[in-house]
């Protein structure tokens, strides 16, 4: 069996994190091969999304690429449903009406939205982010009602210049303490890793001077990651990133598209994570 890694950051190269995931699904009967998302076209061959990451400065392209391998009935990992309801950061209303603790969250139009949305919470500390985007880019910050960009090493607003949509959300101290990730593969528990930000940041991303460790998250954590995870079942891979408030566990961001899944930090992950995408695809 033939699957395309799907990459485009830097063209058709993997990502260091994924360096072995050629092997790992050798191992399981897959020759995987990666190759830029821009490049890949409907031939039979699954797909594997895994690191697209600038999809959010071409999401209409991004979106026609996905129903094009629809009309084509390629199988994409993961589903094309699932990748686009999780494009959009507004999901998160979503799994808060399911009963799962979230980050309080308000959506709004635009940007000029997001000082009076912060006001009409409480909220004198709180950021704003485009919903569809990551790595913290586009990311403001509004205190005592002044809106203020936060530095960006790319786009400097992400895609949200096409939609305008905005989330607002309160700052939480705690992310400064640190946040937790947790991956699932096949609904299953894998590991999960501790991100600390830089000091005098709360950015916790590798490319803002945040640090990264493989880290046993409390049982309570994983009980929660467990819940929301299992609310969207068709989903093959899934990191979890949250914050302890108070002693409970806030989901911050669900990762369906393109997560970095920090496989260095666990040895055995990779196999774990090949397995689940091959059984899936055996089924198809």
């Known amino acids: 069996m033939r699957l395309w890694l799907a990459t485009g950051h830097d063209g058709d190269a993997l990502f260091h994190d994924d360096a072995g995931l050629p092997a790992a699904f050798a191992a399981h009967g897959v020759e995987a091969t990666p190759r830029d998302w821009k490049r890949i076209g409907p031939d039979g061959t699954p797909v594997l999304i895994r690191t697209p990451w600038d999809y959010a400065q071409h999401v209409p392209r991004f979106l026609a690429w996905l129903a094009e391998l629809d009309g084509a009935g390629t199988p994409v990992v993961n589903p094309t449903d699932v990748l686009r309801w999780n494009l959009d950061k507004r999901y998160l209303l979503d799994l808060e009406v399911n009963g799962h603790a979230i980050v309080p969250t308000r959506a709004v139009r635009s940007l000029d939205q997001a000082v009076e949305a912060a006001g009409r919470a409480g909220w004198t500390d709180a950021v704003a982010k485009p919903v569809t985007g990551g790595g913290a880019e586009g990311l403001h910050r509004i205190r005592d009602g002044r809106l ?36 699932f593969f096949g609904g299953a528990y894998s590991h999960a890793v501790r991100k600390m930000p830089a000091s005098g940041d709360f950015r916790v991303q590798e490319e803002h001077g945040g640090t990264t460790r493989a880290a046993v998250p409390p049982a309570s954590v994983v009980e929660a990651a467990s819940a929301i995870v299992a609310d969207v079942p068709e989903a093959v891979y899934a990191r979890v990133d949250g914050v302890e408030v108070e002693g409970r566990s806030r989901l911050m961001e669900l990762e369906l598209i393109e997560p970095e899944l920090y496989l260095r930090h666990a040895p055995d992950a990779v196999d774990r994570f090949a397995a689940a995408v091959a059984r899936t695809l055996q089924k198809r």
Not at 160 to 168: E, F, I, N, S, Y
């Open 148 to 183: 203020e960009p936060i530095a960006a090493i790319g786009n400097p607003w992400g895609a949200a210049g096409a939609t305008g949509r905005v989330l607002v959300q309160p700052f939480l101290s705690q992310v400064q303490e640190g946040e937790w990730s947790l991956f």
